[in-house]
Protein backbone atom coordinates (compact mmCIF):
# COMPACT_ATOMS: atom_id res chain seq x y z
CA UNK A 1 0.00 0.00 0.00
CA UNK A 2 2.79 2.56 1.23
CA UNK A 3 4.84 1.32 -2.46
CA UNK A 4 1.85 2.43 -4.30
CA UNK A 5 1.26 6.03 -3.04
CA UNK A 6 4.80 6.45 -3.27
CA UNK A 7 4.15 5.37 -6.88
CA UNK A 8 1.17 7.16 -7.23
CA UNK A 9 2.69 10.36 -5.76
CA UNK A 10 5.90 9.86 -8.85
CA UNK A 11 3.07 10.25 -11.15
CA UNK A 12 1.64 12.97 -10.17
CA UNK A 13 4.85 15.07 -9.91
CA UNK A 14 4.99 18.20 -12.22
CA UNK A 15 7.41 18.55 -14.59
CA UNK A 16 7.29 22.33 -14.67
CA UNK A 17 8.95 21.47 -10.82
CA UNK A 18 11.56 18.91 -11.06
CA UNK A 19 13.05 19.58 -7.76
CA UNK A 20 9.23 17.64 -6.53
CA UNK A 21 10.05 14.62 -8.66
CA UNK A 22 12.29 12.06 -6.41
CA UNK A 23 14.64 9.49 -8.31
CA UNK A 24 13.29 6.59 -9.11
CA UNK A 25 15.44 4.43 -8.25
CA UNK A 26 13.90 5.45 -4.39
CA UNK A 27 10.62 4.40 -6.06
CA UNK A 28 11.90 1.35 -7.36
CA UNK A 29 13.18 0.48 -4.13
CA UNK A 30 10.42 0.81 -2.22
CA UNK A 31 8.63 -1.54 -4.23
CA UNK A 32 11.18 -3.83 -3.86
CA UNK A 33 10.87 -3.69 -0.30
CA UNK A 34 7.05 -3.83 0.35
CA UNK A 35 6.71 -6.79 -2.03
CA UNK A 36 9.50 -8.51 -0.11
CA UNK A 37 7.07 -8.62 3.09
CA UNK A 38 3.92 -5.66 3.47
CA UNK A 39 3.75 -6.89 7.31
CA UNK A 40 7.50 -6.89 8.15
CA UNK A 41 7.96 -3.56 5.83
CA UNK A 42 4.85 -1.76 7.92
CA UNK A 43 5.76 -2.86 11.25
CA UNK A 44 8.98 -1.30 10.65
CA UNK A 45 7.85 1.65 9.15
CA UNK A 46 5.74 2.00 12.62
CA UNK A 47 8.56 1.73 14.69
CA UNK A 48 10.55 3.89 13.20
CA UNK A 49 8.44 6.90 13.08
CA UNK A 50 8.07 6.06 16.73
CA UNK A 51 11.36 5.91 17.20
CA UNK A 52 11.66 9.45 15.71
CA UNK A 53 9.12 10.88 17.83
CA UNK A 54 11.38 9.68 21.09
CA UNK A 55 13.27 13.15 21.28
CA UNK A 56 10.24 15.00 21.11
CA UNK A 57 8.71 13.26 23.91
CA UNK A 58 11.46 13.08 25.93
CA UNK A 59 11.11 17.11 25.60
CA UNK A 60 7.84 17.83 26.38
CA UNK A 61 8.10 15.29 29.25
CA UNK A 62 10.58 17.24 30.75
CA UNK A 63 8.88 20.89 30.18
CA UNK A 64 6.02 18.80 32.55
CA UNK A 65 8.40 18.52 34.62
CA UNK A 66 9.93 21.35 35.55
CA UNK A 67 6.43 22.90 35.68
CA UNK A 68 5.44 20.68 37.79
CA UNK A 69 8.12 21.19 39.86
CA UNK A 70 7.89 25.24 39.76
CA UNK A 71 4.32 24.03 40.96
CA UNK A 72 5.94 22.12 44.14
CA UNK A 73 7.07 18.88 44.41
CA UNK A 74 4.00 16.73 44.73
CA UNK A 75 3.20 17.17 41.21
CA UNK A 76 6.61 15.59 39.87
CA UNK A 77 5.65 11.92 40.18
CA UNK A 78 3.85 11.80 37.38
CA UNK A 79 6.40 13.34 34.74
CA UNK A 80 8.89 11.29 36.63
CA UNK A 81 7.34 8.19 35.51
CA UNK A 82 6.54 9.35 31.96
CA UNK A 83 10.40 10.06 31.76
CA UNK A 84 10.97 7.02 32.65
CA UNK A 85 8.91 4.99 30.22
CA UNK A 86 10.50 6.94 26.75
CA UNK A 87 13.66 6.30 28.47
CA UNK A 88 13.48 2.75 28.40
CA UNK A 89 11.43 2.93 25.23
CA UNK A 90 14.38 5.21 23.73
CA UNK A 91 16.57 2.04 24.97
CA UNK A 92 14.95 -0.76 23.63
CA UNK A 93 12.98 0.46 20.82
CA UNK A 94 15.98 1.06 18.43
CA UNK A 95 17.91 -1.89 19.29
CA UNK A 96 14.66 -3.87 18.42
CA UNK A 97 14.33 -2.16 14.76
CA UNK A 98 17.54 -2.69 14.22
CA UNK A 99 17.82 -6.45 14.81
CA UNK A 100 14.45 -6.62 12.61
CA UNK A 101 15.64 -4.75 10.16
CA UNK A 102 18.93 -6.62 9.54
CA UNK A 103 16.93 -9.77 9.18
CA UNK A 104 14.37 -8.14 6.39
CA UNK A 105 17.09 -6.83 4.59
CA UNK A 106 18.82 -10.37 3.83
CA UNK A 107 14.84 -10.91 2.30
CA UNK A 108 14.98 -7.98 0.39
CA UNK A 109 18.47 -8.60 -1.12
CA UNK A 110 17.62 -12.15 -2.11
CA UNK A 111 14.31 -11.13 -3.72
CA UNK A 112 16.50 -8.34 -5.90
CA UNK A 113 19.28 -11.60 -6.78
CA UNK A 114 16.02 -13.64 -7.85
CA UNK A 115 14.63 -10.82 -10.08
CA UNK A 116 18.37 -10.67 -11.71
CA UNK A 117 18.44 -14.77 -12.32
CA UNK A 118 15.16 -14.69 -13.50
CA UNK A 119 15.90 -11.99 -15.74
CA UNK A 120 18.95 -13.93 -17.29
CA UNK A 121 17.73 -17.37 -16.99
CA UNK A 122 13.46 -17.17 -17.31
CA UNK A 123 13.35 -17.49 -21.50
CA UNK A 124 14.83 -20.64 -23.51
CA UNK A 125 16.55 -18.47 -26.00
CA UNK A 126 20.32 -17.25 -25.63
CA UNK A 127 19.87 -14.04 -27.82
CA UNK A 128 19.05 -11.85 -24.90
CA UNK A 129 22.79 -13.11 -23.63
CA UNK A 130 24.15 -11.90 -26.53
CA UNK A 131 22.32 -8.44 -27.13
CA UNK A 132 24.65 -5.07 -26.07
CA UNK A 133 21.37 -3.77 -24.76
CA UNK A 134 20.52 -6.00 -22.56
CA UNK A 135 24.09 -6.71 -21.06
CA UNK A 136 24.44 -3.25 -20.18
CA UNK A 137 21.53 -3.25 -17.86
CA UNK A 138 22.56 -7.02 -16.77
CA UNK A 139 26.18 -6.23 -16.15
CA UNK A 140 25.66 -3.73 -13.49
CA UNK A 141 22.48 -5.30 -11.86
CA UNK A 142 24.58 -8.43 -11.42
CA UNK A 143 27.47 -6.70 -9.64
CA UNK A 144 28.12 -7.57 -6.14
CA UNK A 145 30.63 -4.85 -5.68
CA UNK A 146 28.11 -2.21 -5.81
CA UNK A 147 26.08 -1.09 -2.63
CA UNK A 148 23.78 -3.72 -1.82
CA UNK A 149 19.63 -3.47 -1.68
CA UNK A 150 20.17 -4.45 2.01
CA UNK A 151 22.19 -0.77 2.77
CA UNK A 152 18.92 0.58 1.07
CA UNK A 153 16.70 -1.10 3.60
CA UNK A 154 18.55 -0.19 6.32
CA UNK A 155 18.96 3.51 4.99
CA UNK A 156 15.01 4.01 4.50
CA UNK A 157 13.65 3.03 8.31
CA UNK A 158 16.87 4.74 9.52
CA UNK A 159 15.89 7.93 7.00
CA UNK A 160 12.87 7.94 8.35
CA UNK A 161 13.26 7.92 11.97
CA UNK A 162 15.64 10.54 11.44
CA UNK A 163 13.71 12.71 9.40
CA UNK A 164 10.67 12.18 11.91
CA UNK A 165 12.80 13.58 15.00
CA UNK A 166 13.44 16.81 12.38
CA UNK A 167 9.82 17.15 11.49
CA UNK A 168 8.89 16.59 15.52
CA UNK A 169 11.43 19.28 16.30
CA UNK A 170 10.34 21.75 13.69
CA UNK A 171 6.25 20.99 14.68
CA UNK A 172 7.80 22.25 18.88
CA UNK A 173 9.50 24.92 17.10
CA UNK A 174 6.16 25.80 15.33
CA UNK A 175 4.06 26.22 18.03
CA UNK A 176 6.53 28.92 19.74
CA UNK A 177 7.19 31.15 16.16
CA UNK A 178 6.04 29.26 12.83
CA UNK A 179 7.90 31.69 10.77
CA UNK A 180 11.26 30.39 12.45
CA UNK A 181 10.25 26.62 11.81
CA UNK A 182 9.47 27.17 8.45
CA UNK A 183 12.78 29.11 7.55
CA UNK A 184 15.08 26.20 9.47
CA UNK A 185 13.52 23.61 7.28
CA UNK A 186 13.68 25.82 3.97
CA UNK A 187 17.73 26.03 5.06
CA UNK A 188 18.20 22.37 5.98
CA UNK A 189 16.61 21.03 2.95
CA UNK A 190 18.16 23.26 0.72
CA UNK A 191 21.43 22.48 2.29
CA UNK A 192 21.06 18.51 2.30
CA UNK A 193 19.40 18.94 -1.04
CA UNK A 194 22.79 20.78 -2.35
CA UNK A 195 24.97 17.76 -0.75
CA UNK A 196 22.91 14.86 -2.25
CA UNK A 197 22.59 16.47 -5.71
CA UNK A 198 26.88 17.38 -5.71
CA UNK A 199 27.35 14.09 -4.78
CA UNK A 200 25.21 12.61 -7.64
CA UNK A 201 26.89 14.44 -10.51
CA UNK A 202 30.51 13.91 -8.90
CA UNK A 203 30.14 10.46 -9.82
CA UNK A 204 28.01 11.26 -13.32
CA UNK A 205 29.63 8.09 -15.84
CA UNK A 206 32.13 6.79 -13.42
CA UNK A 207 30.23 3.20 -13.60
CA UNK A 208 31.14 2.97 -17.60
CA UNK A 209 34.73 4.71 -17.41
CA UNK A 210 35.74 2.23 -14.35
CA UNK A 211 35.10 -1.32 -16.56
CA UNK A 212 38.15 -1.25 -17.67
CA UNK A 213 39.68 -0.83 -14.54
CA UNK A 214 37.91 -3.17 -12.72
CA UNK A 215 38.11 -6.17 -15.41
CA UNK A 216 41.98 -5.51 -14.32
CA UNK A 217 41.12 -5.70 -10.78
CA UNK A 218 39.15 -8.88 -11.47
CA UNK A 219 42.40 -10.86 -13.38
CA UNK A 220 44.18 -10.52 -10.27
CA UNK A 221 41.90 -13.11 -8.42
CA UNK A 222 41.41 -15.42 -11.31
CA UNK A 223 43.76 -18.47 -11.04
CA UNK A 224 43.66 -19.14 -14.83
CA UNK A 225 44.56 -15.62 -15.63
CA UNK A 226 47.11 -16.04 -12.61
CA UNK A 227 48.78 -18.08 -14.77
CA UNK A 228 49.71 -16.10 -17.44
CA UNK A 229 50.21 -13.05 -15.35
CA UNK A 230 53.36 -14.94 -13.72
CA UNK A 231 54.99 -16.90 -17.06
CA UNK A 232 54.31 -13.43 -18.99
CA UNK A 233 55.62 -11.53 -16.16
CA UNK A 234 53.37 -8.65 -16.36
CA UNK A 235 51.51 -8.25 -13.20
CA UNK A 236 53.21 -4.37 -12.06
CA UNK A 237 52.23 -3.83 -15.70
CA UNK A 238 48.54 -4.60 -14.45
CA UNK A 239 48.55 -3.01 -11.51
CA UNK A 240 50.16 0.27 -12.93
CA UNK A 241 47.22 -0.02 -15.40
CA UNK A 242 44.46 -0.77 -12.94
CA UNK A 243 45.76 2.31 -10.67
CA UNK A 244 46.26 4.79 -13.50
CA UNK A 245 42.99 3.81 -14.81
CA UNK A 246 40.95 4.11 -11.60
CA UNK A 247 43.06 6.78 -10.20
CA UNK A 248 41.79 8.67 -14.17
CA UNK A 249 38.56 8.42 -13.15
CA UNK A 250 38.56 9.23 -9.35
CA UNK A 251 40.20 12.48 -9.74
CA UNK A 252 37.75 13.65 -11.98
CA UNK A 253 35.25 12.95 -9.18
CA UNK A 254 37.08 15.00 -6.59
CA UNK A 255 37.80 17.82 -9.10
CA UNK A 256 33.51 17.85 -9.35
CA UNK A 257 33.41 17.84 -5.84
CA UNK A 258 35.99 20.49 -5.45
CA UNK A 259 34.36 22.77 -8.15
CA UNK A 260 31.32 22.70 -5.40
CA UNK A 261 32.78 22.77 -2.17
CA UNK A 262 32.63 26.40 -1.72
CA UNK A 263 29.02 26.59 -2.51
CA UNK A 264 28.21 24.03 0.15
CA UNK A 265 30.12 26.01 2.66
CA UNK A 266 28.57 29.10 1.58
CA UNK A 267 24.80 27.53 2.48
CA UNK A 268 26.42 25.87 5.96
CA UNK A 269 27.55 29.48 6.63
CA UNK A 270 24.11 30.75 6.23
CA UNK A 271 22.60 27.58 8.02
CA UNK A 272 24.68 28.27 10.95
CA UNK A 273 23.10 32.61 11.17
CA UNK A 274 19.68 31.17 10.99
CA UNK A 275 20.26 29.67 14.29
CA UNK A 276 22.21 32.09 15.68
CA UNK A 277 19.14 34.56 14.69
CA UNK A 278 16.80 31.70 16.05
CA UNK A 279 18.44 31.11 19.53
CA UNK A 280 18.34 35.24 19.85
CA UNK A 281 15.01 35.45 19.34
CA UNK A 282 14.43 32.30 21.75
CA UNK A 283 16.51 34.45 24.23
CA UNK A 284 15.11 37.50 23.66
CA UNK A 285 11.50 35.85 24.41
CA UNK A 286 13.06 34.07 27.73
CA UNK A 287 14.10 37.22 28.94
CA UNK A 288 10.91 39.04 28.66
CA UNK A 289 9.27 36.26 30.33
CA UNK A 290 7.19 35.15 27.06
CA UNK A 291 8.90 32.11 27.69
CA UNK A 292 8.92 30.75 30.59
CA UNK A 293 11.70 27.66 32.02
CA UNK A 294 9.45 24.93 30.88
CA UNK A 295 8.85 26.00 27.39
CA UNK A 296 12.53 26.64 27.02
CA UNK A 297 13.22 23.24 27.81
CA UNK A 298 11.01 22.32 24.99
CA UNK A 299 11.54 24.88 22.68
CA UNK A 300 15.54 24.83 22.55
CA UNK A 301 16.22 21.13 21.57
CA UNK A 302 14.08 21.40 18.76
CA UNK A 303 16.50 23.83 17.39
CA UNK A 304 18.87 21.21 17.08
CA UNK A 305 16.99 18.94 16.15
CA UNK A 306 15.94 19.86 13.24
CA UNK A 307 19.23 19.69 12.14
CA UNK A 308 18.04 16.02 11.14
CA UNK A 309 15.96 17.36 8.37
CA UNK A 310 19.55 18.01 6.43
CA UNK A 311 22.52 16.98 7.94
CA UNK A 312 23.88 13.81 5.41
CA UNK A 313 24.14 10.55 7.11
CA UNK A 314 25.04 6.94 6.40
CA UNK A 315 21.07 6.75 5.73
CA UNK A 316 21.55 9.70 2.71
CA UNK A 317 24.34 7.66 1.43
CA UNK A 318 22.71 4.59 1.73
CA UNK A 319 19.47 5.65 -0.21
CA UNK A 320 21.06 7.63 -3.09
CA UNK A 321 23.35 4.35 -3.36
CA UNK A 322 21.87 1.37 -2.31
CA UNK A 323 19.18 1.63 -5.05
CA UNK A 324 20.81 2.82 -7.77
CA UNK A 325 21.14 -0.70 -9.03
CA UNK A 326 17.40 -1.62 -9.29
CA UNK A 327 16.54 0.65 -12.59
CA UNK A 328 19.51 -1.22 -14.34
CA UNK A 329 17.12 -4.11 -13.13
CA UNK A 330 13.66 -3.02 -14.19
CA UNK A 331 15.22 -1.99 -17.88
CA UNK A 332 17.05 -5.50 -18.01
CA UNK A 333 13.01 -7.09 -17.20
CA UNK A 334 11.50 -4.87 -20.00
CA UNK A 335 14.34 -5.46 -22.57
CA UNK A 336 13.76 -9.11 -21.79
CA UNK A 337 10.14 -9.42 -21.87
CA UNK A 338 10.24 -8.05 -25.63
CA UNK A 339 8.42 -10.15 -28.20
CA UNK A 340 11.75 -10.53 -29.94
CA UNK A 341 13.22 -12.08 -27.36
CA UNK A 342 10.06 -14.81 -26.36
CA UNK A 343 9.47 -18.33 -27.64
CA UNK A 344 6.95 -19.62 -28.96
CA UNK A 345 5.13 -22.83 -28.95
CA UNK A 346 3.13 -24.71 -25.97
CA UNK A 347 2.99 -28.46 -27.58
CA UNK A 348 4.50 -31.71 -25.43
CA UNK A 349 7.64 -32.58 -27.08
CA UNK A 350 7.37 -35.76 -25.35
CA UNK A 351 9.28 -38.61 -26.96
CA UNK A 352 10.40 -37.15 -30.08
CA UNK A 353 11.99 -37.47 -32.21
CA UNK A 354 9.94 -40.39 -33.78
CA UNK A 355 10.94 -40.45 -37.29
CA UNK A 356 13.69 -37.39 -38.00
CA UNK A 357 14.49 -33.43 -37.27
CA UNK A 358 14.99 -31.36 -40.48
CA UNK A 359 16.32 -28.53 -40.85
CA UNK A 360 14.01 -26.89 -44.06
CA UNK A 361 16.00 -24.26 -46.15
CA UNK A 362 17.32 -22.42 -42.66
CA UNK A 363 19.58 -19.82 -42.56
CA UNK A 364 21.00 -17.68 -39.73
CA UNK A 365 23.10 -14.64 -38.51
CA UNK A 366 24.07 -13.62 -35.78
CA UNK A 367 22.46 -10.18 -34.64
CA UNK A 368 25.95 -8.65 -34.04
CA UNK A 369 27.20 -10.20 -37.85
CA UNK A 370 23.72 -8.88 -39.97
CA UNK A 371 25.17 -9.00 -42.97
CA UNK A 372 27.39 -12.04 -42.75
CA UNK A 373 24.55 -15.34 -42.65
CA UNK A 374 26.11 -18.11 -41.37
CA UNK A 375 23.64 -20.49 -42.81
CA UNK A 376 21.89 -19.81 -46.25
CA UNK A 377 19.38 -22.54 -47.38
CA UNK A 378 20.71 -25.13 -44.81
CA UNK A 379 18.86 -28.26 -45.45
CA UNK A 380 19.52 -30.98 -43.00
CA UNK A 381 18.00 -34.44 -42.06
CA UNK A 382 18.89 -35.69 -38.96
CA UNK A 383 17.28 -39.39 -38.27
CA UNK A 384 15.85 -40.72 -35.31
CA UNK A 385 17.36 -43.17 -33.42
CA UNK A 386 20.47 -43.01 -35.26
CA UNK A 387 23.58 -41.34 -34.95
CA UNK A 388 25.20 -38.34 -37.19
CA UNK A 389 28.47 -36.82 -37.66
CA UNK A 390 28.71 -33.04 -38.81
CA UNK A 391 32.37 -32.08 -39.82
CA UNK A 392 33.47 -28.70 -41.13
CA UNK A 393 36.25 -26.07 -41.17
CA UNK A 394 36.98 -23.95 -37.90
CA UNK A 395 33.91 -21.56 -38.65
CA UNK A 396 31.68 -23.32 -40.84
CA UNK A 397 28.74 -23.34 -38.09
CA UNK A 398 28.95 -26.69 -36.60
CA UNK A 399 27.97 -25.73 -33.00
CA UNK A 400 25.53 -23.02 -34.07
CA UNK A 401 23.68 -25.85 -35.83
CA UNK A 402 23.87 -27.68 -32.40
CA UNK A 403 22.22 -24.65 -30.84
CA UNK A 404 19.57 -23.87 -33.25
CA UNK A 405 18.41 -27.66 -33.16
CA UNK A 406 17.91 -26.81 -29.08
CA UNK A 407 16.24 -23.46 -29.76
CA UNK A 408 19.13 -21.69 -28.29
CA UNK A 409 18.64 -19.59 -30.93
CA UNK A 410 15.57 -19.15 -33.84
CA UNK A 411 16.71 -19.16 -37.10
CA UNK A 412 16.36 -16.00 -39.09
CA UNK A 413 14.23 -17.88 -42.25
CA UNK A 414 13.29 -21.86 -42.93
CA UNK A 415 12.02 -23.57 -40.19
CA UNK A 416 13.07 -26.34 -38.20
CA UNK A 417 10.24 -29.66 -38.26
CA UNK A 418 10.17 -32.50 -35.31
CA UNK A 419 8.48 -35.31 -36.65
CA UNK A 420 6.87 -33.15 -39.06
CA UNK A 421 6.08 -30.45 -36.47
CA UNK A 422 7.70 -26.80 -36.42
CA UNK A 423 10.08 -27.00 -33.83
CA UNK A 424 8.38 -23.50 -32.96
CA UNK A 425 5.27 -24.92 -32.29
CA UNK A 426 6.64 -27.06 -29.18
CA UNK A 427 7.31 -25.76 -25.63
CA UNK A 428 10.99 -24.36 -25.96
CA UNK A 429 12.04 -25.07 -22.44
CA UNK A 430 10.48 -28.93 -22.32
CA UNK A 431 12.30 -29.10 -25.94
CA UNK A 432 15.57 -28.49 -24.51
CA UNK A 433 15.21 -30.99 -21.66
CA UNK A 434 14.55 -33.61 -24.55
CA UNK A 435 18.14 -32.86 -26.17
CA UNK A 436 21.18 -33.72 -23.88
CA UNK A 437 24.08 -30.89 -25.44
CA UNK A 438 27.29 -31.28 -23.84
CA UNK A 439 29.55 -28.90 -25.73
CA UNK A 440 33.24 -28.81 -25.48
CA UNK A 441 33.28 -25.58 -23.51
CA UNK A 442 31.11 -27.55 -21.34
CA UNK A 443 30.60 -25.99 -17.70
CA UNK A 444 32.79 -27.22 -15.21
CA UNK A 445 31.13 -26.65 -11.89
CA UNK A 446 33.00 -25.99 -8.75
CA UNK A 447 30.60 -28.81 -6.91
CA UNK A 448 30.84 -32.31 -5.88
CA UNK A 449 31.34 -34.94 -8.61
CA UNK A 450 27.56 -36.17 -8.08
CA UNK A 451 26.59 -32.55 -8.60
CA UNK A 452 28.38 -32.00 -12.07
CA UNK A 453 27.09 -35.36 -13.78
CA UNK A 454 23.57 -35.11 -12.04
CA UNK A 455 22.67 -31.74 -13.35
CA UNK A 456 22.44 -33.22 -16.87
CA UNK A 457 18.60 -34.95 -15.17
CA UNK A 458 18.37 -32.68 -11.73
CA UNK A 459 15.56 -34.29 -10.50
CA UNK A 460 17.79 -37.72 -10.11
CA UNK A 461 20.84 -35.66 -8.59
CA UNK A 462 20.28 -38.10 -5.18
CA UNK A 463 19.98 -41.09 -7.43
CA UNK A 464 23.34 -43.01 -7.16
CA UNK A 465 22.47 -46.12 -8.83
CA UNK A 466 21.89 -44.02 -12.14
CA UNK A 467 25.23 -42.19 -11.69
CA UNK A 468 27.27 -44.92 -11.07
CA UNK A 469 25.16 -46.21 -14.61
CA UNK A 470 25.87 -42.98 -16.54
CA UNK A 471 29.67 -43.04 -15.30
CA UNK A 472 30.17 -46.43 -16.18
CA UNK A 473 28.69 -45.80 -19.40
CA UNK A 474 31.49 -43.00 -20.36
CA UNK A 475 34.26 -45.06 -18.60
CA UNK A 476 34.53 -42.66 -15.74
CA UNK A 477 33.95 -44.83 -13.27
CA UNK A 478 37.29 -45.41 -12.36
CA UNK A 479 37.44 -41.87 -11.69
CA UNK A 480 34.97 -41.45 -9.15
CA UNK A 481 36.06 -44.35 -7.20
CA UNK A 482 39.16 -43.36 -7.14
CA UNK A 483 38.33 -39.70 -5.67
CA UNK A 484 39.20 -38.95 -2.06
CA UNK A 485 35.08 -38.90 -0.97
CA UNK A 486 33.74 -40.34 -4.22
CA UNK A 487 30.89 -38.60 -5.54
CA UNK A 488 30.88 -36.09 -2.26
CA UNK A 489 34.03 -34.90 -3.86
CA UNK A 490 34.37 -31.49 -4.92
CA UNK A 491 35.98 -30.76 -8.12
CA UNK A 492 37.87 -27.56 -7.13
CA UNK A 493 40.95 -27.06 -4.92
CA UNK A 494 38.93 -23.68 -3.83
CA UNK A 495 37.18 -25.61 -1.20
CA UNK A 496 39.06 -27.95 1.65
CA UNK A 497 39.13 -31.34 0.43
CA UNK A 498 38.34 -30.48 -3.17
CA UNK A 499 40.79 -31.83 -5.98
CA UNK A 500 41.24 -30.23 -9.35
CA UNK A 501 40.72 -32.12 -12.85
CA UNK A 502 42.57 -32.81 -15.53
CA UNK A 503 40.98 -31.90 -18.85
CA UNK A 504 40.53 -35.35 -19.91
CA UNK A 505 38.77 -36.20 -16.41
CA UNK A 506 36.74 -33.44 -16.90
CA UNK A 507 36.17 -34.65 -20.43
CA UNK A 508 34.70 -37.73 -18.70
CA UNK A 509 32.64 -35.94 -16.61
CA UNK A 510 30.78 -33.86 -19.12
CA UNK A 511 30.03 -36.89 -21.04
CA UNK A 512 28.78 -38.93 -18.09
CA UNK A 513 26.11 -35.61 -17.44
CA UNK A 514 25.66 -36.02 -21.19
CA UNK A 515 24.56 -40.02 -20.82
CA UNK A 516 22.82 -39.43 -17.38
CA UNK A 517 20.78 -36.70 -18.88
CA UNK A 518 20.09 -39.43 -21.82
CA UNK A 519 19.10 -41.84 -18.81
CA UNK A 520 16.67 -39.25 -17.44
CA UNK A 521 14.74 -38.81 -20.59
CA UNK A 522 16.49 -36.95 -23.19
CA UNK A 523 15.74 -38.40 -26.64
CA UNK A 524 18.50 -36.89 -28.09
CA UNK A 525 22.57 -36.53 -27.10
CA UNK A 526 24.72 -34.15 -28.98
CA UNK A 527 28.46 -34.38 -28.02
CA UNK A 528 30.09 -30.98 -29.60
CA UNK A 529 34.09 -32.14 -29.86
CA UNK A 530 33.32 -34.91 -27.08
CA UNK A 531 36.73 -36.05 -26.62
CA UNK A 532 39.06 -32.57 -27.19
CA UNK A 533 41.08 -33.53 -24.18
CA UNK A 534 41.51 -37.20 -24.63
CA UNK A 535 44.50 -38.80 -26.26
CA UNK A 536 44.17 -40.81 -28.86
CA UNK A 537 43.87 -44.46 -27.27
CA UNK A 538 41.44 -43.09 -25.01
CA UNK A 539 39.26 -41.56 -27.50
CA UNK A 540 39.01 -44.93 -29.40
CA UNK A 541 38.40 -46.98 -26.32
CA UNK A 542 35.62 -44.26 -25.40
CA UNK A 543 34.08 -44.74 -29.20
CA UNK A 544 34.72 -48.58 -29.38
CA UNK A 545 31.69 -49.00 -26.85
CA UNK A 546 30.08 -45.32 -27.81
CA UNK A 547 27.40 -46.93 -30.73
CA UNK A 548 26.54 -49.69 -27.86
CA UNK A 549 25.73 -47.18 -25.12
CA UNK A 550 23.56 -45.02 -27.17
CA UNK A 551 22.34 -47.73 -29.14
CA UNK A 552 18.53 -46.15 -29.86
CA UNK A 553 19.24 -42.67 -29.40
CA UNK A 554 19.21 -39.85 -31.67
CA UNK A 555 23.22 -38.79 -31.94
CA UNK A 556 24.25 -36.30 -32.95
CA UNK A 557 28.56 -35.86 -32.99
CA UNK A 558 30.97 -33.00 -33.62
CA UNK A 559 34.36 -33.57 -34.02
CA UNK A 560 37.58 -32.91 -35.71
CA UNK A 561 38.92 -36.32 -34.88
CA UNK A 562 37.95 -38.80 -38.28
CA UNK A 563 38.93 -41.87 -35.99
CA UNK A 564 35.21 -40.70 -33.97
CA UNK A 565 33.15 -39.35 -37.03
CA UNK A 566 34.00 -42.70 -39.48
CA UNK A 567 31.60 -44.89 -37.08
CA UNK A 568 28.95 -42.59 -37.38
CA UNK A 569 25.79 -44.05 -39.38
CA UNK A 570 26.12 -40.85 -41.25
CA UNK A 571 28.31 -38.25 -42.27
CA UNK A 572 27.36 -34.51 -43.22
CA UNK A 573 29.88 -31.83 -44.39
CA UNK A 574 29.48 -28.35 -43.80
CA UNK A 575 30.73 -25.60 -45.85
CA UNK A 576 29.52 -21.86 -46.41
CA UNK A 577 26.75 -22.44 -44.27
CA UNK A 578 25.19 -25.81 -46.46
CA UNK A 579 25.66 -28.98 -46.66
CA UNK A 580 27.71 -30.31 -49.35
CA UNK A 581 28.84 -33.75 -48.74
CA UNK A 582 26.34 -36.83 -46.70
CA UNK A 583 26.83 -39.95 -46.70
CA UNK A 584 28.75 -42.99 -44.72
CA UNK A 585 32.42 -43.24 -43.92
CA UNK A 586 33.23 -45.48 -46.83
CA UNK A 587 30.75 -43.32 -48.91
CA UNK A 588 32.40 -39.95 -48.58
CA UNK A 589 36.03 -41.78 -49.18
CA UNK A 590 34.98 -42.88 -52.58
CA UNK A 591 33.62 -39.46 -53.88
CA UNK A 592 36.93 -38.54 -52.94
CA UNK A 593 35.97 -35.17 -52.18
CA UNK A 594 36.34 -32.82 -49.44
CA UNK A 595 35.81 -35.45 -46.56
CA UNK A 596 38.20 -37.42 -48.05
CA UNK A 597 40.79 -35.03 -48.52
CA UNK A 598 40.87 -33.84 -45.04
CA UNK A 599 40.46 -37.29 -43.48
CA UNK A 600 43.55 -38.14 -45.55
CA UNK A 601 45.75 -34.97 -44.32
CA UNK A 602 44.85 -35.99 -40.26
CA UNK A 603 46.39 -39.58 -41.30
CA UNK A 604 49.28 -37.91 -42.16
CA UNK A 605 50.02 -37.37 -39.12
CA UNK A 606 50.28 -41.27 -38.44
CA UNK A 607 51.00 -42.57 -41.76
CA UNK A 608 54.41 -40.68 -41.98
CA UNK A 609 55.06 -42.80 -45.66
CA UNK A 610 52.42 -41.11 -47.22
CA UNK A 611 48.14 -41.18 -48.09
CA UNK A 612 47.77 -44.81 -49.07
CA UNK A 613 50.74 -46.50 -47.74
CA UNK A 614 50.98 -48.46 -44.06
CA UNK A 615 51.36 -46.53 -41.35
CA UNK A 616 54.94 -45.94 -40.03
CA UNK A 617 57.07 -48.14 -37.17
CA UNK A 618 57.17 -45.63 -35.30
CA UNK A 619 53.41 -44.88 -34.66
CA UNK A 620 52.28 -48.78 -35.24
CA UNK A 621 54.93 -49.35 -32.46
CA UNK A 622 53.06 -47.30 -29.98
CA UNK A 623 50.47 -49.49 -30.62
CA UNK A 624 47.51 -47.34 -31.32
CA UNK A 625 44.28 -48.80 -32.46
CA UNK A 626 43.38 -45.39 -34.52
CA UNK A 627 46.73 -45.33 -36.18
CA UNK A 628 45.93 -48.62 -37.06
CA UNK A 629 42.81 -48.31 -38.42
CA UNK A 630 43.34 -44.90 -40.19
CA UNK A 631 46.51 -46.78 -41.84
CA UNK A 632 44.41 -49.64 -42.74
CA UNK A 633 41.76 -47.73 -44.37
CA UNK A 634 44.06 -45.87 -46.32
CA UNK A 635 45.61 -49.11 -47.03
Known amino acids: MVAR ?35 MANSLLAMSIAEGLLPASFALVSGWLVARARAGAQGVIGPLVAMGVVLVISEALPSLRGALVESFQHRVSGRR ?26 RPAARTDWPDTGAFTTAVFGYTSTRVVGLASAALLWSFRWWLALALVALWWWFGHVLRQTQSDAWGDTFERMRRPEHLRHLVFEATAAKEIRIFGFGHWLIEQFSAGWYDVMRDVWRRRRAVRYKQIGILVAVLLAHVAVFYVIVQAARTGELKAEHLVVIAPSVLGMARLGVPDEYTMGLASGAAVLPHIEKAEELVAQPRFASSGTQSPEAMPRD ?19 YQDLDLVIPAGKSLAIVGANGAGK ?52 ENVGYGAVEHVNDRGRLEAAAERAGASALVSGLRNGWDTILTRRYDGGIDLSGGEWQRIGLSRALFAVGGGAGILVLDEPTANLDVRSEVDLFDRFLEVTKGTTTV ?3 HRFSTVRRADRIVVLDKGRVVEEGTHDELLDVDGMYASSFRLQADRYDQAGVGGAPSSAVAGLGCPAAEEIGASNG
Open 356 to 374: AVRFEKVAFNYASRPDEPL
Open 113 to 138: RERVIATAQGIASLAHLENPEVLDSL
Open 557 to 559: LIS
Open 399 to 450: TTLVKLLARLYEPTSGRITVDGIPLTDLDAMAWQRRVAAIFQDFTKYYLSAA
Open 5 to 39: RFEAMEDRAPERIPWLKPRRSTFLGLNLIWGSGPL
